[in-house]
Nanobody
Framework: QVQLVESGGGLVQPGGSLRLSCVAS????????MSWYRQAPGKERELVAS????????NYADSVKGRFTMGRENAKKTVSLQMNSLKPEDTAVYYC??????WGQGIQVTVSS
């Protein structure tokens, strides 16, 4: 079964950190650009970070540059998103995606005091 499963979300105070993980199954992850998206209430889904297959260097949205770090381990079929210095505006459902292939189910991240 082709799927992505996210974990690691939750509630954190402003300035805190969380690490999201995403495990792929049913397909060869190394063939695909892997991305993290997020969708806040009442807003459109937006791209947060992605790592292409070509050179493995991540790209980030301006809103998270310097605070978020995306990684991928093809052998373990996992991608991660380390989120530091979290802000209330980072509150959203975060989705892992294998581009042109499959979305994860999403995981809630809430930044609040």
């Amino acid at each position: 079964q082709v799927q992505l499963v996210e974990s690691g979300g939750g509630l954190v105070q402003p300035g805190g950190s969380l690490r999201l993980s995403c495990v792929a199954s049913g397909f060869i992850m190394s063939y695909y650009t892997m991305s993290w998206y997020r969708q806040a209430p009442g807003k459109e889904r937006e791209l947060v970070a992605s790592i292409p297959t070509a050179d493995g260097r991540p790209n980030y949205a301006d809103s998270v540059k310097g605070r978020f770090t995306m990684g991928r381990e093809n052998a373990k079929k996992t991608v991660s998103l380390q989120m530091n210095s979290l802000k209330p505006e980072d509150t959203a459902v975060y989705y892992c995606k294998a581009e042109s292939k499959v979305w994860g189910q999403g995981i809630q991240v809430t930044v609040s005091s």
